[in-house]
């Protein structure tokens, strides 16, 4: 909407911000570019409503002051040295002008999302067309009318668009070094003018090159070596919240190490609201209102910056970007020991004195069988933490053993895991931690006791044939009936 083009949010407060042309300002009353003026409310319906007669008086008083102050079409002579001195003399001063607002404290109020794609289109001349005001930002700085006709020449379009994509490139730099642009260097250089047959030395800049982090992930997600889950979407998102929607082109390392940093001081809470803000809001809660709330363990913060360096990593295989900004952001902390505490037999009186394995009343497929009763069914969730307190196995790989893995060695009933993550063939997710995983785990006889695992070598009986007992992966979780063959009393 045209009009939300001129509205963005400052703090909680809504405001107009309308671009003044360079010859009306100082009947504006402005030094700057733009002319800012408060909504005095909150909502973005209302601001939206009290921006459109604040923005017509504007445009009026724009027209009036050209009506006086610009020369008529007909003297309204350019040449082209004269265009490429204009576009180059306002490209020098919009650079300062970034520049000097970030050195004096005057952050970039624009919406971030809008300016990431602004700052895409501007990447290449053919993608020109999707910026909306482009002819009129042309034509405020030639001090002509949009129908110009030097607005339409291709070779002055390319000119201004790779000038308006200097300003933008350094605005975004100037956020985290402020020294990177040395105006004595870069006030003699001229614009390079291009011929339809010289192209553009930016025309070859890969578009991909301009999408957020997050529009990165995206194309990621669907190809990555990596098993990715909806949290990993999420640490993308924050990162790209906490660098304001950045290109990934422009991203540097020391941005993924002040990412890091702020990781570090980053707050658990599983508050809604909380949650909602965006990264930087809850860093800051954190630092108030959240300062008893634990931070964020050092290894998790390494999970959030590794896959950042997975996701880059593709993006500099695709040459979509020349390094990766977060190759040596963080170490992996080194592993835990003793962080863990066994269980004390309190603590074991107490899980299994509950309902699920005394007797519980109410409907056995629904929630955590809380209520007492005189039911008592042995599925999953009876057998499950029974065979995991008598085995110490993960309930991954109990509930993912087959049938034949249950057998005897030397006299002794054991889940045999040694083959475990060997069969490419396998149609079920069977994979292992690691190495250390492919075991041998010893029944308890209190297991042997309680159940029937005699039963295993003949499945026949309990009315399966042998095809379905092999079948029977995590006999506990997915098929009940052959758990039958296996734990029943």
Request: proline content about 6%.
């Amino acid at each position: 909407m045209a009009v939300m083009e001129n509205v963005v949010r400052v703090g909680k407060t809504f405001k107009v911000r309308k671009r003044i042309p360079l010859e009306c300002r100082d009947a504006f009353g402005v030094t700057g570019e733009f002319k800012t003026v408060s909504l005095d409310t909150t909502d973005k319906r209302e601001a939206q409503k009290r921006a459109v007669p604040i923005l017509a008086d504007i445009d009026a008083r724009i027209a009036e002051i050209r009506g006086v102050t610009t020369p008529a079409p007909t003297d309204q002579r350019l040449n082209p040295a004269r265009v490429e001195q204009l576009i180059r003399e306002w490209r020098l001063s919009e650079i300062k002008r970034a520049r000097d607002d970030i050195y004096n404290g005057n952050t970039d109020n624009r919406d971030p999302s809008e300016t990431s794609h602004l700052r895409y289109a501007l990447q290449h001349h053919t993608t020109i067309g999707k910026i909306a005001d482009f002819d009129a930002r042309m034509a405020d700085v030639l001090s002509v009318t949009a129908l110009h006709p030097v607005v339409a020449r291709q070779d002055e379009r390319e000119q201004f668009r790779s000038a308006w994509h200097d300003v933008e490139t350094f605005t975004a730099r100037f956020a985290t070094d402020i020294h990177c642009w040395d105006e004595g260097e870069d006030s003699s250089a001229a614009i390079p003018v291009t011929t339809p047959t010289t192209p553009s030395p930016v025309s070859t800049a890969r578009p991909e090159g301009g999408l957020t982090a997050l529009e990165i992930y995206d194309k990621w997600a669907p190809v990555a070596s990596i098993r990715l889950e909806k949290s990993h979407r999420g640490y993308v998102q924050r990162l790209d919240e906490f660098l304001g929607s950045k290109p990934i082109s422009q991203i540097e390392p020391h941005d993924m190490a002040r990412f890091k940093a702020a990781l570090l001081r980053f707050p658990l809470t599983k508050s809604p609201d909380i949650q909602r803000r965006t990264f930087g809001e809850i860093v800051a809660w954190g630092e108030t209102e959240g300062l008893a709330k634990p931070r964020l363990d050092p290894a998790t913060a390494w999970k959030w910056i590794n896959t950042c360096k997975n996701m880059f990593g593709y993006a500099a295989k695709n040459r979509w970007i020349e390094i990766n900004p977060a190759d040596d952001t963080m170490k992996k902390p080194p592993r835990k020991r003793n962080a863990r505490l066994p269980f004390a037999p309190e603590d074991i009186a107490e899980i299994f004195g509950k309902p699920a394995f005394t007797g519980f009343s109410g409907r056995a497929d629904e929630g955590y069988r809380k209520q007492p009763g005189d039911k008592l069914v042995k599925d999953a969730k009876f057998w499950m933490p029974i065979i995991a307190l008598y085995t110490g196995a993960r309930m991954e790989e109990i509930g993912s053993t087959l049938v034949r893995e249950i057998r005897q060695v030397d006299g002794v009933w054991v889940f045999d895991l040694l083959d475990r993550g060997d069969e490419d063939s396998d149609e079920h997710d069977r994979s292992i931690k690691n190495d250390q995983s492919r075991r041998i785990v010893p029944l308890h006889q209190k297991l042997i006791d309680l159940g029937r695992v005699d039963k295993v070598s003949d499945p026949q009986t309990d009315g399966c044939d042998e095809d379905e007992a092999e079948e029977a992966v995590g006999g506990l979780v997915v098929t009940g009936g052959q758990s039958a063959a296996v734990f029943q009393l």
